[in-house]
């Protein structure tokens, strides 16, 4: 079983639209968890954290956490096509565990 | 730009070179990070230093070797590659280890072996 997984896409929402990106842990102990974005060829980038269940939002992002049932999402509000990018869920448990990302498209 | 620099940004190398790749940070962090990134594969940490003492080594072959002369500069030493080590290369750094700090990734190495 995977630390950490996510569906790899693509995912494909049409501009304006909210897109929903999807992750699973298995470590119970996991404390913290991030969204990194990465576009093609460059680095990832931190998007947003989030370390209590609930919901964190951030302008047009959205970090969604369920402790009890092991996952956290990120929503994209009024998606654009400059989100277009692989989206990285990262955990840390014992240690920093990533995803192998979802890839998102939107469309003009 | 997030404040951490990696160079050669491109790396092209045969199985019998020995090359190094530095990572350089600017936000005062104490910890830093070697990460590889392959294709289709989640990032894999390698290597993990902290006030430049080394806390981690997830199993990485011998033929690379870190080196971290302070918390600023981290380099990982290159020699005698696989074909298979082909991969792009990631530096991150962190104020520390705890649990609730983020981690700040350079632009990262893409390195070829020939």
């Known amino acids: 079983q995977k630390e950490v997984e996510q569906n790899s896409g693509p995912l494909s929402v049409p501009e304006g639209a909210i897109a929903s990106l999807n992750c699973t842990y298995s470590d119970r102990g996991s404390q913290s968890f991030f969204w990194y974005r990465q576009y093609s060829g460059k680095s990832p980038e931190l998007i947003m954290f989030i370390y209590s269940n609930g919901d964190k939002e951030d302008g047009r992002f959205t970090a969604q956490l369920n402790k009890a049932s092991q996952y956290v999402s990120l929503l994209i509000r009024d998606s654009q096509p400059s989100d277009s990018a692989t989206y990285l869920c990262a955990v840390i448990g014992n240690q920093f565990y990533f995803g192998t990302g979802t890839s998102l498209t939107v469309i003009p | 730009e997030t404040g951490v620099t990696q160079t050669p940004r491109h790396l092209v190398m045969g199985m019998t070179n020995k090359k190094s790749l530095k990572c350089e940070q600017h936000l005062g962090h104490n910890a830093m990070y070697w990460y590889k990134q392959s294709a289709k594969k989640p990032l894999e940490l390698m290597f993990v230093?902290?006030?430049?003492?080394?806390?981690e080594n997830n199993s990485v072959p011998s033929r690379f070797s870190p080196e971290c002369p302070n918390s600023s500069h981290l380099f990982l030493h290159l020699h005698t590659l696989q074909p298979e080590d082909s991969a792009l290369y990631l530096c991150a750094s962190s104020p520390g280890l705890a649990h609730t700090y983020e981690q700040y990734f350079g632009p990262g190495t893409r390195l070829t072996v020939t």
């Open positions: 230093y902290n006030f430049k003492e080394q806390t």
